[in-house]
Nanobody, 124 residues
Framework: QVQLVESGGGWVQAGDSLRVSCAVSGRTLSRYTLGWFRQVPGKEGSFVAGITWTLLRTYYADSLKGRFIISRDNANNTVYLQMNSLKPEDTAVYYC?????????????????WGQGTQVTVSS
């Protein structure tokens, strides 16, 4: 089993930066891709960014590329999402997810493991 626990969410002003983290634990023999999704109440979740285990390849949602940065520390089993120049529309619950694949899926159903989420609120 794989467990994921997010942390680092909070309330910030527009233009501020914030970094959220996801600690991965549990017994697993596979090397998995890690991704971030976000969801606003009443709406479906959307892909934010993903990063592979092998070669640390990254992929971002077009609207977020250049403003958000995903990274991972394989030794400590932690994935990060650095969010810069935050906007009110970035307000959402941010979830980390894992999948035993070599590519970076962008659909929620393609991920097998999920964290509980961390709230990020950006005021105008």
């Amino acid at each position: 089993q794989v467990q994921l626990v997010e942390s680092g969410g909070g309330w910030v002003q527009a233009g501020d930066s914030l970094r959220v983290s996801c600690a991965v634990s549990g017994r697993t023999l596979s090397r998995y891709t890690l991704g971030w999704f976000r969801q606003v109440p009443g709406k479906e979740g959307s892909f934010v960014a993903g990063i592979t285990w092998t070669l640390l390849r990254t992929y971002y949602a077009d609207s977020l590329k250049g403003r958000f940065i995903i990274s991972r520390d394989n030794a400590n089993n932690t994935v990060y999402l650095q969010m810069n120049s935050l906007k009110p529309e970035d307000t959402a619950v941010y979830y980390c997810a894992a999948t035993s694949r070599f590519d970076i899926p962008t659909m929620e159903f393609e991920y097998n493991y999920w964290g509980q989420g961390t709230q990020v609120t950006v005021s105008s």
